[in-house]
């Protein structure tokens, strides 16, 4: 352990990256906190063998940093990524692990919809222009983005429709979908001996241009997320949560309603 705790400090020396550890083989590059960036958690999985992350960043320049600080880490190489939903500030990255992706076969049919639109910053322009509720995400997206020439979206190369389970040396990974009203292709991702619930955005209200003005936590999905066998909740753009953090945020959409 010691071992690792001077690679991670040497890491963020040369990559300005911080590690958090949340389980044994559980560990998160954390949120960006400016809503500006729209950076969210990143999970990183290390097995003996293989790092496995969970979402890929917010484009090739977060991604590539990822990468370095791993490398740094002296990390396995990275043999999965799996996307919790098919948002650009979740995929966009996904490109640069050259790895397997794994994700939700809705995911697959709105990112292979998305890479038929002509990115560049014109598009994006047009886009603010005709819509501009959206123009700080677009903004955003745009700033994650070095280079449209060499940008690719990566499509999963693995999906499923209900569930899967990968068993691996260590631990069990058990994908599940959960749809709702912020993405219909949502997943949770729980690592089973560790006790780890990666959520996504699953919770969270629709978004724009569908968010209404009322438009509050989901409630329901919340509900379903409450498990006695969760010891740590990871959602896409929080701080990570217990048992406790699900009450809050139930007791906060219901009183929004
Ligand atoms: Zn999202």
Known sequence: MLVKVIQIMQSQLETGITMQQISEHVWIIPQNPDPWAVQPNVGVIILPDQTILVDAGNGPKQAQSIMRALIAMKVPPVRHVIYTHHHWDHTFGGDIYGA???????????????????????????????????AQGFRALANAIDSWAYFRIRLPTMTFTKNLTFHFDTITLHLEHIGGQH???????????????????????????????????????????????????????????????????IEEAEKGK
Request: net charge negative; aromatic share 8%.
């Open 100 to 134: 397997n992706v794994i994700a939700h076969q809705r995911c697959y049919e709105h990112l292979q919809h998305q890479m038929t639109a002509p990115w560049s910053d014109e598009y994006i322009a047009e886009r603010i222009a005709e819509q501009p509720e959206l």
């Open 183 to 249: 993405a219909d292709d949502s997943i949770t991702v729980r690592v089973v001996e560790d006790s780890v619930l990666f959520v996504g955005d699953c919770f969270y209200p629709p978004i724009p241009p569908q968010r209404q003005p009322d438009d509050t936590l989901d409630a329901a999905i919340l509900k379903q997320l409450l498990d006695d066998n969760i010891s740590c909740y990871i959602d896409g753009h929080g701080e990570p949560f217990g048992e406790e953090g699900i009450h809050q945020r």
